[in-house]
Structures are given as C-alpha cells and as structure tokens.
C-alpha cells in the first residue's frame, strides 16, 4: 500500500509521523506546507500595534521569522527532521495548490494521512484510491469543529478522539474509531491536549495497519444531525472554563 502523509510540521503531525514509522508502516512521501504568515496573524499585530502598525508592510523577510519562531514556541518539524522518516519529502506552499495536485496525481498513492493541515479541498481528497485519513481532537459527531477539547470539558463531557475518513464537509466523514481521553484528578487542559496528540497518533497508526493487512477498515455513519459545530471558543467562556476548572481542582 502507497501512503503519503500531508502535514503542516505540527507537534500533531510529527507524533503521528513517528508512530507510522514505529509501528513500521511504509511512508511513500510526506509533502509539507511551507509557514507563511496568515492574514489573521498580521490583522492581529495591526491591532496590537495600533498607530505603529505601519511599519509592517516595510518589515523585511516576514515569513523567514515566522518559521523561527514556531521552531521555537511550536516545535515545527524542518525537513532535515522529516527525511529521518522518509527520503522523499517535499515542500509545497499550499497543500490544495497544483504543485501539491500534481505531485500527488504522480505517487498515485492508495492512502493519504493528514499530519496536522489545512482543511483539505476535493482536487486532493480525489487523488488517492481508499481515501484520506484524518485524527479529529473530539468524539464526532458530538464535537466537529475547533476548540472541541474546551468546548468538550465546559459542556461536562469527556473528550476524546476520532479518526475519520475526510469528505467535503468539515469532520463529517465516516468513522473508524474513536477513544475516549482519560481525565484524571487536577490535570490541565494542556495536558489533556498533550494526551489527545498521544492517541491520535496511536489511533490513526492502527487503522492505518488495519487497511495495509485487509485493504478495507469497517467504518459507521457520521451522523452530522445528531453533532454540532463548534467555532473557536470566546475569550469569555475560557475564561468561564478556567474558572470550573480551577474550583474542580479545590
């Protein structure tokens, strides 16, 4: 079975990179996006900077800086780290454009896992014969969305992680598997985090073993009716959320 790995040099893509490799499942190519700094980051600093915020245009090599400091604050995976686990590794600047179509359309791979990327458009998800993998951060189809480990927590629910084959809809393909996280006395939400990249990884390794040893996984309905979809969490309600927490703690 040929599989590639898209990823976007997340701590989340290179855990599960490590464990395909640990569990010894081939790894035909692993395609990254290149860091550029999003129109939100830049809108952000505006704000921040208020009057000064015109010397951003005039800021030279922008996106050099960015990458050096997600190095530094995120882990970000460089290529030389990737080439330990696969010779093949290519770079791209978007993992939807024509350069990524392309060299996808010329591996021709069986199976596509997502490391941690952007939401992935149909000219992608149409290239590889079983389909695209993909480790959600909450139990679908109860939690689609971002933030679905906070939203999850301040609801009074356990959450957990699935894997998922990817459609066109956000987190609404058909699931594989799903585990819930365990949650023990006094633990932050940073560690429960830490717990899901853990799993997920773990998770997405078995399955991915699972359709190399068969050529099939059985998969259930994703019943998107009976889920909801969660925006980013306010600055009000994790406030609220740290709030529960820490009284929890007590």
């Given amino acids: 079975m ?12 290179h855990e599960i990179i490590r464990q395909l490799k640990k569990e010894g499942i081939r790894i ?31 800021i030279p090599f922008k996106n050099m800086i960015y990458r050096v400091f997600r190095k530094f604050k995120y882990d970000d995976l460089t290529i030389k780290t990737l080439k330990e686990y696969c010779k093949i590794v290519y770079k791209v600047s978007n993992l939807n454009g024509k350069e990524s179509e392309t060299l996808l359309s010329s591996i021709n791979p069986d199976l596509i896992v997502l490391g941690g990327s952007r ?14 993998l993909n480790a959600h951060p909450g139990i679908l189809p109860y939690y689609r969305g971002l933030d679905v480990i906070k939203w999850a927590l301040y609801n009074g629910d356990k959450p957990g992680v699935t894997i998922h084959f990817v459609n066109s809809g956000i987190d609404t393909g058909e699931i594989c598997t799903y585990k819930e996280l365990e949650l023990k006395d006094n633990i932050s939400i940073n560690a429960i985090k830490e717990q899901a990249i853990k799993v997920s990884a773990q998770l997405i390794s078995k399955t991915v073993l699972k359709i190399d040893e068969t050529g099939k996984i059985n998969t259930s309905s994703n019943q998107v009716d009976k889920g909801k979809y969660y925006a980013k969490m306010p600055i009000e309600i994790h406030n609220k959320l740290m709030k529960k927490l820490s009284k929890n703690e007590q």
């Fill in 28 to 58: 035909d190519c692993i395609i990254i996006e290149k860091k550029m700094v999003r129109k939100k980051e830049i809108d952000l600093l505006k704000t921040k900077l208020g009057k000064a915020s015109f010397i951003i245009p005039i």
């Fill in 2 to 13: 040929k599989t590639v790995i898209l990823t976007n040099g997340s701590k989340h893509g």
């Fill in 119 to 132: 939401i992935i458009k149909e000219n992608i998800l149409d290239i590889p014969k079983i389909g695209t």
